[in-house]
């Protein structure tokens, strides 16, 4: 992702998405990055709006977290959230809860 901003990429997390699970015949994820596409730009001419009309698009910078957030939302809304927590110390990965045990599992 870094090589992405460096490349000036104004949302790297949806293009390395795009690259890694965007293949042929997977309708799923073109899908998910079409929809991240077109949210993003979205976001630009949202972001272009508050800044004076002769503004460029290719010049207007989102906010910091945008494509983390587009990237997120459209992964919960089309595959859902999974019940569980965050773990603190490693960023946005996600840890399980302890299923709760049977009777029948505890006394064997």
Do not use: W
């Not at 997390?13 to 042929?24: A, T």
């Not at 989102?62 to 019940?83: K, M, S, V, W, Y």
């Amino acid at each position: 992702m870094d090589a992405r901003r460096r490349e000036g990429s104004k949302f790297p997390e949806i293009d390395v998405f795009g690259n890694v699970y965007v293949r042929l015949g997977n309708e799923l994820a073109e899908s998910l990055h079409m929809t991240m596409v077109e949210k993003s730009q979205l976001v630009l001419q949202e972001s272009a709006s508050q800044l004076p009309p002769d503004t460029p698009l290719e010049s207007v910078d989102p906010p910091h977290d945008a494509g983390f957030q587009i990237l997120t939302e459209t992964l919960d809304q089309t595959l859902r959230r999974r019940p569980g927590t965050y773990c603190r110390g490693i960023g946005n990965a996600r840890r399980r809860e302890p299923r709760a045990r049977s009777s029948s599992q505890s006394n064997s």
